[in-house]
């Protein structure tokens, strides 16, 4: 099935066929091995099997399979990427990454923080070397 325009639900969303367009989903998306997403998704929780081509607005937890295929930005509180999925693009995790409650407002609009940056953990032994 071939779907040209936005969808929006206020429950649940699983698609096995193609979307040319927006998907928001109050509760969850779910993308199959053969779905494919080209327009931005906005929802609570999302499984993505599939393949999608825009950004991702995920408020909890956003789940990438193996067989996933990603090419756009990423927002989300909480990420888990399966050995073999391919993600190409910006990738925001944490609370500051997720998108608003409500579903609204921007993507593009990021949270400023004074927080100095993580700094990598010293071991005191070289990489590579015994």
Same mark, same amino acid.
């Given at each position: 099935?071939?779907?040209?325009?936005?969808?929006?639900? $206020?429950?649940?969303?699983?698609?096995?066929?193609?979307?040319? /367009? *927006?998907?928001?989903?109050?509760? &969850?998306?779910?993308?199959?091995?053969?779905?494919?997403?080209?327009?931005?998704?906005? #929802?609570?929780?999302?499984?993505?099997?599939? *393949?999608?081509? /825009? #950004?991702? !607005?995920?408020?909890?937890?956003?789940?990438? $399979?193996?067989?996933?295929?990603?090419?756009?930005?990423?927002?989300?509180?909480?990420?888990?990427?399966?050995?073999?999925?391919?993600?190409?693009?910006?990738?925001?995790?944490?609370?500051?990454? &997720?998108?608003?409650?409500?579903?609204?407002?921007?993507?593009?609009?990021?949270?400023? #923080? !004074?927080?100095?940056?993580?700094?990598?953990?010293? #071991?005191?032994?070289?990489?590579?070397?015994?």
């Amino acid at each position: 099935m071939r779907v040209k325009g936005d969808c929006e639900t $206020s429950d649940t969303i699983r698609i096995e066929g193609v979307v040319e /367009g *927006s998907v928001t989903a109050k509760k &969850a998306v779910v993308i199959g091995q053969e779905g494919r997403v080209t327009g931005d998704i906005t #929802t609570a929780d999302a499984k993505i099997a599939g *393949s999608v081509k /825009g #950004t991702l !607005n995920v408020r909890s937890r956003l789940e990438l $399979s193996e067989t996933c295929v990603i090419d756009g930005e990423i927002r989300a509180a909480r990420v888990q990427l399966d050995d073999g999925g391919k993600v190409s693009g910006a990738l925001h995790v944490g609370p500051q990454g &997720a998108a608003p409650k409500d579903g609204a407002g921007p993507t593009g609009q990021g949270t400023k #923080t !004074n927080a100095p940056p993580p700094q990598p953990a010293a #071991t005191g032994r070289r990489l590579g070397r015994k």
